[in-house]
Every structure is written in structure tokens, then in C-alpha cells.
């Protein structure tokens, strides 16, 4: 593992990255290298922490999970059963933490500046026509996901995402993990950079190709480093998307589902919940990243990650489970090895799905097992 990332780190593919495993609850790589801004000012060090985009989302599905587990949310209930101002009673909850509630993209237009605004947020979805009808197909809820789950979350809890985490996940596990950034952490927060596409024309030319809502969910708005980079999106709750973690945090979050519940020696939720989450939904097209990055290809969520499948995303078993960050970043958890990985990096690639210093990372961990 140490390996590929200086490989990647030497030829250029990486500015600053860290990666880490766990197998079984144990830590057996912990490591990272590079430099955490553009200028190469700043070394990349253990305690760096970066935006790890939609990695948040599996950590957000952890906390979902263990609601469910404590008897707090039913998978099967109507939304509207814990969020009354919920317009469409066709919207089950597990619709929300399976991206099937066709609910992907805003249809107002709406900033980036706006997604730091939560109660804007939760109310313009509350209201939102389903862009298919709910359950029948999976589109990958790019931003709107973090606020409809975490509603959730705020309805049975009373606390943000980020402020029942912090209490009943990352802190007990002592995971390094944060959504909504305090300015004190924000010396140590890696710069994201994006460079431009290796081939511009092909890049505009998949926009130009993409369905409604893949347009939608990929332009309205768009976010990118500039936004990731800004004070208001680090100090946001922004569930899909704003999660600051190190890698050794990701690997042990991920970790509970990997472990049967137990992370950092701590169990969060129960080995019957746990595996729940690899509860397949139905293989699909997915509305939007089938259309932006799989080529056309099936794909299939569980309750709140993406099963490996056939295609390898996350492995060579097809039911371990995981969530890619935009630029590269990502989570895997698969419990038949008992394997958790993290990886997290500021320099961001420009594909959507299964970033190739992913699969790298993935194929070394599967070849020392």
C-alpha cells in the first residue's frame, strides 16, 4: 500500500493523500504523504484532514443505521411519518437512504451559497415533485441526500448530523471525522485542486449528452474546489458532501460495516443492522451516475452504499460495499474479509465513479489478503 501511494504521489496523479486499513478492528496500514496545499508549502501530515465529498455519505448511512437499530426510524414507514411538512406520502424512508425517492435535484435554482442554509434546504425538498416515481429506479442524490436523510436524523434526534455523530460515533471511536468544521481545525484542512479535463471536448461533450436530471443533479448547482475550499462550505452541515476526515477516520467509521457493527472497539450498532446495509435495492441504470460515469452500466445500491457487484467497484466480492468521494476519494467495507479502507487525497480526478488511484489502492489491498 505504502507503495502505490508513493507511486502515485512520484508521478503526479497525487499532490497529498493518505490511505488507511483496517482488518478486523485492527489497524494494519496507516499512511500518507505529499503536501496539503498547491504550493507545496505544507506537508501532508497524520493529522491532515480534507473534504471527502460524497465518502460523507457512507458515514451519514452509519448514522441512519443505528437510528433504525435502536428502533427510532422504520425503514418502511412513509417520510412524512417523521417529517409531517414531507409533501408525497409514496416517499418511504428507506426511498431516502437508497437514492430511489426521485428526489436527486432541485428544481428551483439554487447556489451553493444556498446548501449552507438548512432550513431552506429541508423545506424546498419537502416540496419537491419526484423527478420519476419514488421506488421504481435509483438517481444518485448528489446533494439533496445529505439533507433528506439528515431531517431525518434531526426529526428523531433533535440533534444536526453532524452533532450526533460527533456524540455517537466519531467521538466514541476517536474517528477524526467532522461535518460542520470548527475555524479552530481549519489550519489543518488540505486545499482541494482540481485540473482542468484531459480532454475538454469529450468532457463538455458528456454534459451535453446527459439526461434531465443527470443535468440537474451535475449543474444545479455546481460545486468544486472553490466551493470546498470556502469558510461557509466548511462550517456547513452539508451531509452528502462536507464531511473533513483523515483516512484512518473513514477506514474505522466504514469499519462497522465491515466488523458486524464494532468500530474502533466500540459497537455502534447491531451485526443484524450492519448487514442491512448490503441489503441490495435492485440493480440498476442509475438515473445519473449510470448516464455521467458507469457508461450505461447496472449498478446497484444497498440502504446507503454501493454494492461491489460485478464490475469490482469495490473489490473482487461483489456484496462488500462502499461510496466514492467526488475527485477520488472513497470508503469500502467488506465483512467477508473483515477489511475496512480509507482514502483521502485534495487532488481531485476528473471521472465519477472508480477513480483509477482508487482501483490501485483497492487491487494492492486485495493482493496482500
Not at 469529450?202 to 475550499?229: C, E, I, K, S, Y
Not at 483516512?247 to 447491531?270: D, E, I, K, S
Not at 441504470?285 to 467497484?313: Q, T
Request: proline share 6%.
Amino acid at each position: 500500500m505504502r507503495d502505490v501511494l508513493a507511486a502515485q504521489l512520484a508521478d503526479g496523479r497525487q499532490l497529498g493523500a493518505a490511505v488507511a486499513v483496517r482488518v478486523g478492528d485492527r489497524e494494519v496500514v496507516d499512511v500518507w504523504g505529499g503536501h496539503a496545499d498547491p504550493d507545496r508549502a505544507r506537508p501532508w501530515s497524520g493529522d491532515t484532514i480534507v473534504n471527502v465529498w460524497s465518502t460523507t455519505k457512507g458515514v451519514v448511512a452509519l448514522a441512519f443505521h443505528m437510528l433504525v437499530d435502536r428502533g427510532r426510524l422504520d425503514l418502511d414507514a412513509p417520510v412524512r411519518k417523521y417529517w409531517p411538512e414531507f409533501t408525497n406520502d409514496a416517499v418511504l424512508v428507506r426511498h431516502l437512504v437508497s437514492h430511489r425517492a426521485g428526489l436527486a435535484a432541485f428544481r428551483e435554482p439554487t447556489t451553493a451559497e444556498e446548501l449552507a442554509d438548512w432550513n431552506l434546504m429541508i423545506t424546498r425538498l419537502a416540496d419537491t415533485q419526484p423527478w420519476w416515481p419514488p421506488g421504481t429506479a435509483s438517481g444518485y442524490h448528489a446533494l439533496t441526500y445529505g439533507f433528506l436523510v439528515g431531517e431525518l436524523i434531526h426529526r428523531v434526534t433533535g440533534s444536526s448530523v453532524g452533532e450526533f455523530l460527533d456524540r455517537e460515533a466519531a467521538g466514541p471511536t476517536g474517528a477524526d471525522f467532522r461535518i460542520g468544521l470548527s475555524p479552530a481545525d481549519n489550519h489543518r484542512v488540505a486545499t482541494l485542486v482540481q485540473p482542468p479535463p484531459p480532454d475538454p471536448a469529450a468532457f463538455h461533450a458528456m454534459f451535453a449528452q446527459l439526461n434531465p436530471v443527470a443535468l440537474a443533479v451535475l449543474t444545479n448547482p455546481v460545486v468544486g474546489p472553490d466551493q470546498g475550499n470556502a469558510g461557509y462550505w466548511r462550517a456547513a452541515q452539508i451531509p452528502a458532501a462536507n464531511g473533513h476526515a483523515t483516512a484512518r477516520a473513514v477506514a474505522t467509521l466504514y469499519g462497522a460495516f465491515a466488523g458486524g457493527g464494532v468500530a474502533g472497539g466500540q459497537r455502534l450498532l447491531g451485526a443484524a443492522q450492519a448487514e442491512r446495509a448490503r441489503e441490495g435495492q435492485g440493480a440498476c441504470v442509475d438515473l445519473v451516475i449510470g448516464d455521467a460515469g458507469l457508461g450505461g452500466r447496472a449498478s446497484e445500491l444497498g440502504l446507503g452504499l454501493w454494492l461491489s457487484g460485478k464490475d469490482g467497484h469495490y473489490g473482487p466480492n461483489p456484496r462488500a460495499v462502499g461510496h466514492d468521494g467526488f475527485g477520488g476519494s472513497f470508503g469500502l467495507a467488506d465483512p467477508e474479509a473483515g477489511l475496512a479502507v480509507g482514502h483521502v487525497m485534495n487532488l481531485m480526478g476528473n471521472v465519477i465513479a472508480d477513480d483509477p488511484r482508487k482501483m490501485e489502492l483497492i487491487e494492492a489491498v486485495y493482493s496482500c489478503l
